[in-house]
């Protein structure tokens, strides 16, 4: 299995970025006018792009007079609505020519956000007529760079116009992977400037995570600027998006778009007090991926007249993406919306958009259930007895703009996106390195993988809204996939929140901690009991947990045929939970404070481990595998899936100082569960790395190996339909994850 590094995305998925060159054309006039035009252009130019260097808005620079005259009269006819265009977050993917090129064909302009930050395949650097290869703007004392490439292999087809590349302006942000690219397809350079909205601060300070928005000009003096505002907050959806709009009215004057993810819905948006801005949206959710939640991707325009017929159209491909492609056009035909299923499309030969077919529904895989499913704890490749600074020495992947090992920001938004227990987001925890997102199954494409799972479900979110986290029914997200898409696989991991799995670790752990730290160097009675004790009647309470994990796997199942679905159509797989702890004979460190809490971060007894493994975790699994037999499905016996890996196993190693975000603990050294921090204090260093909920779940390292487990088993499954019991372990002899039908299969 290969490693998680520190820092890396982990999964990789779709999108990219488009444009065009050309020259200035200049109409005829006699030779000796014409000397003078070229000259006064030149003259302007050189202008521009002083300003631009200098940080001077694009706008302010000096223009001569016979410029000026001619840009009056093409601004006069500058309209958002004369121009074709389109919005992607690509989710930092990396197919540029099977995705993003049928994309950009389609636009003369298209914004892209969340687009890797090396530079995009098949392109060069290049200067333009105005904006240079590498073109420095000072804005609110940071600059910024915006790349020019021009795009090789992105040239219009001879019927479609004259020889032309596309031409890519592109912008870092903070962050790994963020940044805004604007991609323009004309048969002239019609790029006459660019130019910087800084981040907006939404309250007294600037989160680290708000972006810069990107605009260019073009020559008719239409502005088109790339968006990317930060998650919403709470009910009214707040974020800077609000903010970033107004800056752009200022500086963009009379015509502009703003296009983008603007994570928030059309609504949400304040009124514009001078009510010229107009929004431009499909009425369709555009952010599937984790359930269709939202319509979060749009244009905001001033300048467009009314009544008008500029509409906007989600795009019916995704690929290697969480948001939908949206399109922005005149067209009079609603249903003329498309992009066509291959890259030699009609569109612009016959100038009126119009649908000619229809894609295939794609595979789909999806997870389901709680935070073991979700990703929780896969900010982590692995534990490390250290302050939170830096990257943590190679394990935290929330590390980001590092000057050095010891000197980084973090952002777990990074690694669980909309869905973090950061400020923004819903504590879901949805990771980039879920299990499902490793999954590899036979006939599906990586980037067609869903995850509905969230941390904290109980059996009841499985039918019913999660109304503390604003998360729809798991089934009702589930029914949208089902329609859009060909569901061939279902991984249900729930139960563990129903059984109260959380308060009882955290119990144990609170008791060995209160015990023996209250007893450190004095060999007195421990004045609390073991955690096993102090919780009886554990096995009726499991029975009671199956009844309801029977009545939730029965729901899906309900689901799926109200969807049309007939049950060979697809596999339902219900997964038991890997054991955590070790056996206590395999603790690394001996029963004490110091050892097992202050530098394992693994408070646990012996008794109460073993405890743990074989009722929480052991009996736990038993009863899920009679609810796979009830309900005809499939069953994956987890437990023993980190052998050997388990927090504080012998056989396990923390990293060290000599460990890097380059050079990250090997994943078959390490530990694949995350430590428990702070329970009893906040004020120790190490105790303050991440989050509490993230203890005792599968790390980035622990999730790869439950990914490979699917993988295996989509393999099995599809050699042996019959076959309907499945054990994925680690063997002890070879270290390696090995998948066997189980005896009850």
Not at 24 to 53: E, F, Q, T, W, Y
Not at 360 to 380: L, Q, T
Not at 662 to 680: H, K, S
């Amino acid at each position: 299995m290969p490693a998680v590094r520190a820092g890396a995305t982990g999964v990789t998925l779709m999108a990219r970025v488009r444009c065009v060159r050309a020259g200035l054309v200049l109409r005829s006039v006699s030779m000796n006018k014409r000397l003078v035009v070229v000259l006064a252009v030149l003259v302007a130019v050189v202008a521009v792009v002083a300003g631009l260097l200098q940080g001077t808005p694009p706008h302010a620079a000096a223009l001569t007079r016979a410029q000026s005259q001619s840009r009056a009269l093409t601004r006069s006819q500058a309209q958002v609505n004369e121009h074709r265009a389109a919005t992607f977050n690509m989710q930092y993917g990396n197919r540029w020519q099977t995705a993003i090129l049928p994309l950009a064909k389609q636009v003369e302009v298209l914004a892209l956000q969340e687009v890797r930050d090396e530079d995009p395949p098949d392109v060069e650097p290049a200067d333009g007529t105005v904006v240079r290869r590498e073109t420095r703007l000072q804005v609110s004392g940071t600059t910024y760079t915006v790349q020019r490439f021009r795009w090789v292999n992105c040239a219009l087809q001879p019927w479609q116009g004259q020889y032309q590349y596309c031409v890519i302006y592109k912008m870092k942000t903070r962050g790994a992977n963020r940044s805004l690219s604007l991609v323009v397809n004309q048969p002239a350079d019609t790029v006459d400037a660019v130019n910087v909205i800084p981040p907006q601060a939404t309250g007294s300070r600037l989160e680290p995570d708000a972006k810069p928005a990107l605009g260019i000009r073009l020559t008719d003096g239409t502005w088109f600027y790339c968006v990317h505002a930060r998650n919403r907050v709470g009910a009214a959806q707040t974020n800077d998006a609000p903010f970033l709009l107004d800056k752009i009215g200022q500086a963009a004057g009379d015509h502009w778009a703003a296009m983008g993810d603007f994570n928030r819905t059309p609504g949400s948006l304040p009124a514009d007090p001078s009510g010229r801005r107009m929004v431009i949206s499909s009425g369709q959710l555009t952010y599937p991926r984790r359930g269709p939640t939202s319509e979060l991707d749009y244009m905001v325009a001033r300048g467009i007249p009314v009544p008008h017929q500029y509409t906007a159209f989600r795009l019916r491909f995704v690929e290697e993406s969480d948001h939908f492609p949206v399109g922005f056009w005149t067209s009079a035909n609603p249903d003329g919306h498309d992009v066509l299923c291959e890259p030699g499309d009609q569109f612009l030969r016959q100038g009126t958009p119009r649908a000619v077919c229809t894609p295939g529904k794609p595979a789909v895989i999806v997870s389901m259930g709680d935070s073991y499913a979700s990703g929780e704890a896969g900010r982590w490749a692995g534990n490390a007895d250290t302050d939170p600074y830096g990257t943590v020495w190679g394990t935290d992947r929330a590390a980001i703009d590092c000057f050095s090992e010891r000197s980084c920001e973090h952002d777990p938004d990074q690694v669980y996106g909309p869905t973090s227990y950061s400020a923004s987001g819903n504590k879901c925890d949805r990771s980039d390195v879920a299990p499902i997102t490793w999954a590899e199954y036979p006939g599906v494409d990586p980037w067609q993988h869903f995850n509905l799972a969230c941390a904290g479900a109980t059996t009841h979110e499985i039918g019913n809204p999660y109304d503390e986290k604003g998360e729809r029914a798991q089934t009702d997200q589930l029914a949208y996939i089902a329609d859009n898409y060909k569901v061939k696989l279902i991984t249900v991991s729930i139960g563990g929140n129903d059984l109260g799995f959380r308060e009882i670790v955290t119990d144990c752990a609170k008791r060995f901690i209160a015990n023996e730290y209250s007893v450190i160097g004095h060999p007195v009675v421990k004045p609390y009991a073991y955690c096993k004790d102090a919780w009886p009647g554990m096995l009726d309470k499991i029975e009671e947990v199956g009844n309801r994990v029977d009545a939730a796997v029965s729901s899906i199942q309900k689901t799926m045929t109200k969807a049309g679905y007939q049950p060979e159509d697809y596999r339902l797989v219900v997964q038991s939970y890997p054991s955590p702890l070790p056996q206590a004979q395999d603790y690394r460190y001996p029963e004490a404070y110091d050892t097992r809490y202050g530098t394992g971060g693994c408070p646990f007894y012996d008794t109460d481990t073993d405890w743990a493994r074989s009722v929480l975790v052991g009996a736990l699994s038993t009863r899920l595998r009679k609810t796979a037999t009830f309900t005809h499905t499939v069953f994956l016996d987890l437990q023993n899936a980190f052998a050997g890996h388990e927090l504080c196993s012998k056989s396990a190693h923390q990293a060290t100082a000599e460990d890097t975000a380059d050079n990250p603990l090997y994943i078959r050294n390490a530990e694949w569960v995350r430590w428990i921090p702070y329970l009893r204090s906040k004020d120790f260093p190490w105790l303050s790395q991440g989050d509490q909920q993230e203890a005792i779940h599968p790390n980035a390292y622990g999730q790869e190996a439950l990914g490979h487990c699917l993988t295996d088993l989509g393999g099995a499954m599809k050699w042996d339909r019959r076959a309907t019991d499945f054990t994925c372990r680690v063997d002890p002899a070879t270290g390696d994850l090995v998948l066997e039908k189980s005896a009850q299969g």
